[in-house]
Each structure stands twice: as C-alpha cells, then as structure tokens.
C-alpha cells in the first residue's frame, strides 16, 4: 500500500508540474473604431452628476409618472423575467463546470445472491466509500470554466440589454401617450372655434349674405374634426394597452389619466464614440460570446489526449448486511487510471472543427453588433440635431399660420372671400400645431433612443444593472 501510495503522489507532482491549458487564449478581434461621428452637433453639454453616473437615465426626462412606470417595468414584466432565469441558468453553469475542479466522492452499499446448477446458493454484501478526481492536465477544465464565465458575462449583458429595450419601449409609448392627450386638447380647441365659425356662417345664410356651399364647407370641416377625436381616441387606448403589458398587467388593471404636457426635451452628455460603444451591453455580449468560443476550441481539443484520474476506495464485505459490522472483510484500492481515446469515428475532429466554426460566426456578429451599435449612435445623433433645427421652424410656421388665419377671417367677414379661404386656413392652422407637437415627442423619442444607443444608465462591470437578480440574491 505504501508503495502505491508513493506512486501516486509522484504521478500527482508529475501532472500538476506538467500541466498545462490547451487552445488558443483569447484576444479581443479588431472592429470599426471610428475617432469622430458626423452628426457629433447633436451633442449638448450637461452637468457632470447626472442620470448617466447613476444609472437611472429614464430621470433625465423629469417626470414622475415616467419614473413610476419604469420601475414598475423593472420589476414586473415577464421578458425581464426569462432573461433573469436565463442568467441563474448560466450561473448555475458555471458553478457546475468549477465543480470539477474537486474530487468526487461516493458511497455504496450492496447485497447479491449467486449460484448455479451445480454449486450452493451464496450471499455477499459489501459496503465502500470511493474518491476519484480527474487531473486536468491539459486545461480542459480550466478552458471549460472560462468559456462559462464568459458565457455568464454575456447572458449578464443580455439581462441589461432586455431591460434597457424594455426601459426605452414604456418611455416610447408613454410619449406617444402624452403627445396623444395634446393632439386630443387641440382639436377640442379646435372643435370649439370651428362650432362658432359654423354658426356664424348659418346665421350668414339666413341674412342672405352667404352662399349654401358656405354652410356645407363650414359643416364638413366640423364633422371632420369629430372623426379626428375619435381616432385619437382610439391610439390613446393603444398605447395605454401597450404601456399595460411592459408592465406585466392586464389592461384593464392599468388606467393613466389624461395630461396635457409633454416631458421638456432633455440634454445628453458629451461622450467619445469608442466610450458609447464599449458600454453598450448587445456589444459586450457579443464580444464576450466570442470570448466564449474561443475557450471551446481548447475544450474541443483537449478531447484528442488522454484523461489521468487518481482513484482510491475503501470498504468492507461479508456473507450478510450484519457481517459488516461484526466480522468484516477490509477491502481498499488505491492508484492511477490512464485513459485515451484510440478511434471514434471523427467526432472528435468534427468537435474541434465546428468548435472553430462556432468561433468565426461568433467573431462575425460581434463585428456587425458594433457596426449597428455605430449605425444606432449616428441615426439618433442626426435626428436630435435635425429635429432641434426643424422645432424652430415650426414654430415660425405656427405663428405664420395663425396670422394668415386672422387675415382670411378678417376678410370673409367683410365678405371679401368665401368660407372655402377660411377652412383652408383653419386647417393649415391646426397642421402647424399639430406638427409643433409631433416635432417636440419626436425629440423626445430621439432623446430617448441616443441614450439607449449608448447603453442607458448600464455600466461595463455591473452584471445585471441596477435591478439586480432578485432570486439569485
């Protein structure tokens, strides 16, 4: 036994002397890195304590109802809620591939009745612990914990990923919501002076000094706008519907009233584009899925050469479960094991090469992620400086249009032009409005999606955001 034991612990020495990790160790692969973006004006200055340092970048847009909404989202939507079990799954992974790092031990206890035709019927029971761990030599332990980590990592960007799309659909219908309940305000408004034109009109008609037509203008104009009502009525119901689910409600459990004020268009911090991209958790999950790959190749090799196990058991066995205790038989064994596979048909060399193959397509999609994340940063950045050039505009059109307005219905009271002057423009008036509302939630949508372009309120190294793993905790 002495003997044995001498060996192992040479063979032991031996391997963790000579151990060593097979497989190609890992490098981040070369992407687009550009130095400046093309539309960089749609930049503004904003203090250095902001939302981007606490994490909570829904709070740039200032309002309170917003902010409720989102933390409800946070907690309750069930999208989030599969990406949180796919992450305890993952961590759940790389616990067990760590798991190997130690030995097994086990325990049996057994009893057999043999004979035959020509000999007694005999009983023997036995009961024996038993230790066995795999050396790993060539690293496949260690390739198959890092390729999990980063397979953690990655599922950890995408738990933050899920819930920044989650963040920025609420902030989106919520906009629409509220632009909706000031579209809905302005054709009242609208409605009410078109009544009184109408009326004016009809008492025209009746004093002779207006034509029929007048009157069928002025009536098709107001029972066009009462259509318009409704359809507004009918996308508000939409969008709060939608809101509902993002919270992970029935829709009759979610009632928001009406208010007629959009959030003030926020600012957005100066940032580098190589800062927006890296913090960005769709880029950093792909990019640690090729981290991952690139461990699998190794995992994939390490399958070519042979496997060394250190074994040993100890026990005891008798005729009967009693004889274990009272009269045993000590048995133990103890000493190496060497294992190598000597054919198998390919799969071996099929493993590896589809291993590497994994590892190309996972290189291809991190390259395309951050090519889109550049796509997403540039589109956001041309529509806020766009749209904050064409909210000036249409503000000079409002105040354009409501002139034109009052001269036009100057002179149909003079009874210098027709109602059909008139109607035209009430309606250029109401399009003006209409469009300066539609220009100010468009700003907001921009704001909102700059700011998921560059990640929201998510920091690289924190791994679930600012919600956390509730049941992993």
Excluded: H
Aim: charged residues 20%.
């Amino acid at each position: 036994m002495k003997l044995s034991l001498l060996s192992t612990s040479v063979v032991l020495a031996t391997a963790l002397i000579g151990g060593c990790t097979l497989g190609p160790d890992y490098r981040v692969p070369t992407t687009v890195e550009p130095s400046a973006l093309r539309y960089d004006q749609g930049w503004q200055p904003m203090p250095a304590q902001s939302w981007a340092s606490s994490g909570r970048w829904w709070e740039v847009f200032g309002d309170t109802e917003l902010n409720a909404l989102i933390e409800e989202a946070n907690q309750r939507n069930q999208t989030l809620a599969q990406a949180e079990a796919r992450y305890r799954a993952a961590l759940a992974q790389r616990r067990l591939s760590t798991g190997e790092y130690s030995p097994t031990l086990s325990a049996a206890l057994d009893t057999a009745r043999s004979g035959g035709s020509e000999v007694s019927t005999e009983t023997r029971s036995s009961a024996q612990l038993g230790i066995s761990w795999e050396l790993d030599l060539w690293g496949r332990v260690r390739r198959q914990v890092e390729s999990d980590t980063a397979a953690l990592e990655a599922s950890a960007a995408d738990l933050a990923a899920a819930r920044l799309s989650i963040q920025s659909a609420v902030i989106n219908s919520y906009i629409n919501l509220r632009a909706q309940d000031l579209q809905y305000r302005l054709l009242e408004q609208t409605l009410a002076s078109s009544a009184r034109s109408a009326q004016l009109t009809r008492n025209q008609y009746d004093a002779g000094i207006v034509s029929r037509a007048d009157v069928i203008q002025a009536e098709t104009q107001l029972q066009s706008l009462r259509s318009d009502l409704y359809d507004l009525q009918n996308q508000r119901a939409l969008e709060q519907n939608t809101i509902a689910a993002l919270l992970g409600r029935a829709p009759i459990d979610l009632q928001l009233e009406v208010v007629e004020a959009l959030p003030a268009v926020p600012p957005i911090p100066v940032q580098l584009p190589a800062e927006l991209i890296a913090r960005r958790p769709d880029v950093v999950s792909a990019e640690r899925g090729v981290a991952a790959a690139n461990a699998d190749i190794g995992v994939a090799i390490t399958a070519w050469l042979p496997t060394l196990t250190l074994g040993g058991s100890a026990g005891v066995s008798g005729g009967s479960i009693s004889d274990l205790w009272d009269t045993p038989v000590r048995v133990w064994s103890v000493g190496p094991s060497l294992a190598q596979t000597l054919f198998d048909g390919g799969r071996r060399s099929a493993a590896r090469d589809a291993a590497l193959a994994r590892y190309d397509e996972q290189v291809a999609a991190y390259r395309q992620t951050v090519l889109d994340a550049l796509a997403d940063v540039e589109n956001a950045l041309a529509t806020t400086a766009i749209l904050r050039e064409k909210a000036v505009q249409q503000d000079r059109l409002v105040e354009l249009a409501e002139e034109n307005e009052r001269v036009i219905t100057n002179r149909y009271q003079s009874g210098l032009v027709s109602y059909l002057e008139v109607s035209i423009a009430q309606n250029t008036t109401l399009s003006a409005k209409r469009g300066r509302i539609s220009v100010t939630s468009a700003r907001l949508a921009a704001a909102a999606e700059l700011a998921s372009a560059i990640g929201g309120g998510w920091q690289v190294g924190d791994d679930v955001g600012d919600a956390g793993v509730r049941s992993a905790e």
